[in-house]
């Protein structure tokens, strides 16, 4: 007989898994099913953690090079062992995933390597690596199984010449030239550690600007930064070819709104133009789910048009981001267990892991602008915050944005060195429903970035004291 569970949750990245612990605290017997072999989804294992292992590892490599001399540090002779550099990001994620793993024997979750695949209401076929299927039965099922990465029509990516952002994070060599077609936060993350590391990077675009989802102002001063680092755009401009040579790749481009051809060579192309949700294979069809004509499986507070099916995380709407898919996860498991789960899209923040950062949450002014929603702007730049100066880390500004009647705060944006870790204020901030001068007349240590936020608050009142 097939052994009876309480949840059976399709996937193991960070919606899967934290809702299999959520569940499991709640009293619920809980399996989860992997394919990859390896538990913590695209983000422990080709997402945020190496991608971040890379970033803080280029870095210091090119603050070596370059700005250790300004603070007295006579260093010679740096130079690059790359193999060595993506042996500690793998090692970053060996830890991780193995954690994840202590994880769930902790929560005592039955834990099963394979791939997972409804077979009709209340049951789950696992089927193992070596092809043997085990039934399991279950009151309930959560779909978290994730997106895949996106190619362009035609171009076949070989993870070597043309490679997506998995192919990024391990390169043999560093490239002397590498395009990255598209200006999200995944492409700008992965040409920077490379033009870090050495590479000539351009950054093909179709929108007139990067980041598109961003605050304009924050954008605006990002892509002046990232083009002072040695980054080159190529903005409103289509790619209509990508052609592997052998010995390099032809990205032709002409500009979006029409006109003459070109042709840019590389030694690498990232294609990062985004993500697709993943479901194949899933036997959606034996419980009547039907994806929409994007692929995603749609959801009603995270419920399927099938009784006892939840989806989670990438492979349903919202922002594709693993602190997202992890609130879902938490969520459902309390829906699962009778408790009123409940996520605040309102209060999603999203960071770009630069340097500087860039970390957003709520709405940005175009956003405000185009509801027609009353509200009021405080900016503070890092240029006169004393932490940052003493660092010699200037550039950028934190701004907020406040209802003008309800005095709510609306949205924060800012850039800055480090501000990925300043955006949990603002979040807390906001799940409180406080105003900017709720910030302001907090203490804020000194000298800390942070105190940027305060009179970025004293700012939309008209009374910042440290400028
Ligand atoms: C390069 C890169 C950098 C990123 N950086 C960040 C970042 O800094 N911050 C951030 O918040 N987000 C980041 N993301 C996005 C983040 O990784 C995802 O939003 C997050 O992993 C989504 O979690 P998930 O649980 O929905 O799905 P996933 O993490 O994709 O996990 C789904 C899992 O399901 C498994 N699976 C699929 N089908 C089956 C099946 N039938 N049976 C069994 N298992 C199955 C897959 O193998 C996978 O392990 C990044 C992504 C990339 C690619």
């Known amino acids: 007989m097939a052994e009876q ?31 990859r072999g390896r538990l913590g989804g695209t983000c422990l294992n080709v997402g945020c953690i190496p991608s971040k292992a890379l ?58 390597v394979g791939t997972g695949a ?17 039934s399991l ?37 560093v490239p002397k030239k590498m395009i990255v077609i598209g200006g999200g936060y995944i492409g700008l993350e992965m040409g920077s550690v490379w033009r870090r590391l050495g590479a000539e990077v351009t950054v093909v675009e179709y929108l007139d600007r990067i980041t598109p989802t961003m605050d304009g102002e924050v954008s605006t001063q990002f892509m002046r930064i990232l083009k002072k680092q040695g980054l080159i755009f190529e903005l409103g401009t289509k790619v209509t070819q990508v052609e592997n040579t052998g010995s390099g790749v032809k990205v032709t481009v002409e500009p979006a709104k029409g006109g003459d051809a070109k042709v840019l060579e590389a030694d690498v192309v990232l294609v990062s133009i985004g993500r697709k949700p993943y479901t194949d294979g ?70 770009v892991y630069t340097n500087p950062e860039v970390a957003s949450v709520g709405k940005t002014e175009e956003e405000l602008k185009a509801a027609g929603t009353p ?31 309800t005095r709510r705060i609306l949205g924060v944006h800012m850039i800055g060195v480090g501000v990925g870790e300043m955006i949990g204020e603002a979040c807390l901030a906001m799940e409180f429903g406080a105003s900017a001068e709720d910030i302001a007349r907090t203490c804020h240590a000194h000298p800390t970035m942070s105190e940027a936020m305060r009179e970025a608050g004293k700012a939309v009142d008209g009374w910042v004291m440290q400028m």
């Open 5 to 35: 569970f309480d949840v059976v949750i399709i996937g193991g990245g960070p919606g899967g898994y934290n809702c299999a612990i959520r569940a499991a605290q709640l009293g619920l017997k809980t399996a989860i099913v992997e394919k």
């Open 55 to 112: 970033l803080h590892a280029s870095e210091a490599y090119e603050a070596a090079q370059h700005h250790f001399a300004d603070m007295g540090i006579e260093v010679t002779g740096v130079s690059l062992n790359l193999t060595k550099m993506l042996a500690q990001k793998d090692d970053a994620v060996d830890g991780l995933t193995k954690g994840v793993e202590f994880l769930m024997k902790k929560n005592k979750i039955t834990y099963l």
């Open 137 to 173: 039965a279950t009151k309930n099922i959560v779909i978290a199984t994730g997106s895949d990465i996106l190619s362009l029509p035609g171009v076949t990516i070989d993870e070597e010449r043309i490679v997506s952002s998995t192919g990024a994070l391990k390169l043999a060599a």
């Open 282 to 351: 899933l036997g959606l069809e034996t419980v009547g789910i039907a994806t929409d004509a994007r692929g995603f499986i749609p959801s009603t507070h995270w419920a399927t048009t099938a009784p006892g099916v939840y989806v989670i995380g990438d492979v349903t709407y919202g922002p594709m981001l693993a602190h997202k898919a992890e609130e879902e996860g938490a969520a459902v498991a309390e829906i699962m267990a009778g408790k009123s789960g409940h996520v605040n899209f309102d209060v999603i923040p999203g960071v």
């Open 118 to 134: 409804i077979a009709g209401a209340g049951t789950v076929n696992v089927t193992a690596a070596e092809g043997t299927v085990s």
């Open 375 to 405: 509200y009021k702007v405080g900016k503070f730049p890092f240029m006169a915050n004393s932490r940052a100066r003493t660092n010699h880390e200037t550039d950028g500004f934190v701004k907020i944005l406040e209802h003008a009647e």
